[in-house]
């Protein structure tokens, strides 16, 4: 069963989260979410264990390809829900917000599967789907 304490740490790495991933400086810290073995799975590939996660994050081809596609600047992440299955996995969901270059928002949903570590909670398994497509512009508001 989990604690306060486990609540408030897997909280304080899903909000980590957008702090690493937006910002180029903090892309050696894709150890503090993710497990070694972390897989992070969205329309835009797969992508395996922290040197590949890293890599992706820190403008690789891939990721600019990526970037080009959904224009994404920044995830803001909210409405995090943690909870654990009968078998003792622990999962989350939360929403993603992301603003685009062109200044489209478009929403998407994160399915977690956490594991503590003896570095703390991490994620184990990311699954990012779009919910709305980029449709809504945030310009002239």
């Known amino acids: 069963m989990l604690t306060a304490l486990d609540y408030a740490e897997i909280t304080n790495v899903q909000n980590l989260y957008p702090h690493v991933v937006d910002v180029p400086a903090n892309y050696h810290r894709v150890g503090e979410i993710f ?14 264990g922290i040197a590949e996660l890293t890599e992706y994050w820190s403008h690789s081809p891939r990721r600019a390809e990526a970037l ?23 999962r989350c969901i939360s929403r993603s917000l992301g603003v685009s270059t062109e200044g489209l928002s478009s929403s998407m949903v994160y399915n977690d ?29």
Do not use: C
Not at 35 to 48: A, H
Not at 70 to 86: F, G, P, Q, R
């Open 35 to 48: 497990t070694e073995d972390g897989v992070f799975e969205s329309p835009f590939g797969t992508y395996r």
């Open 68 to 90: 080009k596609q959904s224009k994404v600047l920044a995830h803001n992440v909210a409405n995090l829900h943690i909870y654990e299955d009968a078998d003792g996995t622990v």
């Open 113 to 141: 599967i956490m594991r503590k570590t003896d570095r703390g909670w991490r994620i184990v398994h990311r699954t990012l789907s779009a919910m709305v497509p980029p449709t809504v512009t945030l310009r002239g508001i």
